[in-house]
């Protein structure tokens, strides 16, 4: 008899304590579980988004004299960004844009509703639409104010860098 009680007793202590350790160890697998789905999701959506600057160009001709082509009273920098990936870009304005040149600092370039009404600012045109989905062009429009705007014949370099951190660079002068 004193066997069968203390074989009883073991595997009840034996039970408690296994249900003690999947007490604590289940949550830290479930958490950990759905981090990993988590980061996956990012990881894949960020894979899946790519952008390409196709080209860039100021409003200056030929012998570097400002041409006001849309006649807007400000000089712009005209970007185009192609969606290459496979998923739409929500929220273009969380976008960044930043540009630089050989003798000036980069400046990020704040979107026009966060610029506060100050300059350079940047806004977009989607032709032909109103979502940045796959192969479709962006048209971004740096605006500064007239009496700030670029230096003719420099080089300068503009990134832009959409929500989940995918970017690209591109130089092109004025």
Request: aromatic share 10%; net charge negative; glycine share 6%.
């Amino acid at each position: 008899m004193d066997k069968a009680l203390g074989t009883v007793l073991m595997i009840t202590a034996a039970v408690v304590c296994v249900v003690l350790v999947l007490n604590a160890v289940f949550p830290a697998i479930s958490s950990s579980s759905g981090a990993m789905t988590s980061a996956s999701a990012r990881m894949s959506e960020r894979i899946k988004s790519s952008i390409e600057i196709i080209h860039a160009a100021g409003e200056y001709d030929d012998s570097g004299t400002w041409q006001d082509t849309n006649s807007d009273t400000e000089f712009d920098v005209f970007v185009w960004v192609k969606n290459i990936g496979t998923e739409t870009i929500k929220s273009v304005e969380s976008c960044d844009v930043f540009i630089g040149g050989n003798d000036t600092l980069w400046a990020w370039i704040p979107h026009a509703d966060y610029a506060s009404g100050l300059y350079p600012q940047w806004d977009y045109t989607i032709p032909n639409g109103t979502v940045w989905k796959k192969a479709t062009t962006l048209r971004i429009e740096v605006s500064y104010a007239a009496a700030s705007r670029p230096s003719a014949g420099e080089e300068y370099d503009v990134k832009v860098l959409i929500p989940n951190g995918v970017s690209d660079e591109h130089y092109f002068s004025m």
